[in-house]
């Protein structure tokens, strides 16, 4: 087996909601080596870095309140899928206009 698999992400909506430190909320699509899932949810918030005046975004996976009212999420995908979905959801809402800034 390869240690190597191909990864692609495709974002199917976005919704601005712009709440509190949550930008947008999207729906992507991932396909790896051939098998396809959609992942509803994701989630676009803003945030600072300590020292750093500039506003930043990062993309964090879909939550669901847990029976002791804390906040968890729903799924963690490996950092390489991470990586991929992180960066097409990104690009997809700073090109259509979502981002915390536009």
Not at 7 to 31: D, F, H, M, P, Q
Not at 68 to 90: F, I, N, Q
Request: charged share 30%; proline share 6%; hydrophobic share 40%.
């Amino acid at each position: 087996m390869d240690d190597v698999a191909v990864v692609n992400c495709t974002v199917l909506s976005a919704r601005s909601v712009r709440r509190g430190r949550l930008v947008a909320v999207v729906s992507v699509e991932i396909e790896i080596e051939g098998v396809v899932f959609v992942l509803d949810g994701v989630r676009v918030f803003r945030f600072r870095v300590k020292g750093d005046r500039r506003e930043m975004q990062g993309v964090g996976p879909p939550c669901y309140r847990d029976p002791d009212g804390s906040w968890r999420e729903a799924v963690r995908p490996p950092p390489e899928v991470e990586k991929v979905l992180g960066d097409e959801v990104l690009r997809y809402v700073k090109t259509h206009g979502l981002s915390a800034g536009g």
